[in-house]
């Protein structure tokens, strides 16, 4: 069984409104660091079940990648609860995205979503004085 999930521009939506952790590779099948970071993603996605790895061929999704301005390939997003928490383009080694998969597992999603409430209140209170 593939651990990792084909996405599509019909498919990205349902994917990343997935409730838990969702990582996604931009890639394509043209770039060499896509080809080296490719068995190492599906080796740390082998060992997470729990965990949403997701792949976007770029070439393919042409429209998506651009909608996310992916300007570098490999880059990886993170979100978790629908919130993007990282997104970084080059490839890591295994070590370090189990690191980052550590990392976003500690995260306290409560306090990060009480951030986002401050902010858009601040942006809404600023857009109404002007």
């Excluded at 890591?92 to 980052?100: I, Q």
């Excluded at 500690?106 to 004085?129: G, H």
Aim: glycine share 4%; proline share 5%.
């Amino acid at each position: 069984m593939k651990a990792t999930v084909d996405v599509t521009a019909g498919t990205f939506k349902d994917v990343v409104e997935k409730d838990g952790i969702v990582l996604i590779d931009w890639w394509a099948p043209w770039c060499g660091p896509c080809r080296v970071f490719g068995p190492t993603y599906e080796r740390v996605a082998a060992k997470h079940a729990d965990i949403t790895f997701a792949k976007v061929n770029t070439e393919a999704e042409q429209d998506l990648a651009g909608a996310f301005d992916i300007r570098s390939i490999p880059t990886l997003m993170v979100l978790r609860d629908k919130v993007l928490l990282f997104a970084q383009p080059g490839a890591l080694p295994e070590a370090a995205l189990e690191d980052l998969i550590r990392q976003v597992r500690a995260v306290d999603m409560e306090k990060v979503r009480a951030e986002i409430a401050a902010e858009e209140k601040a942006e809404s209170e600023k857009r109404a004085e002007a």
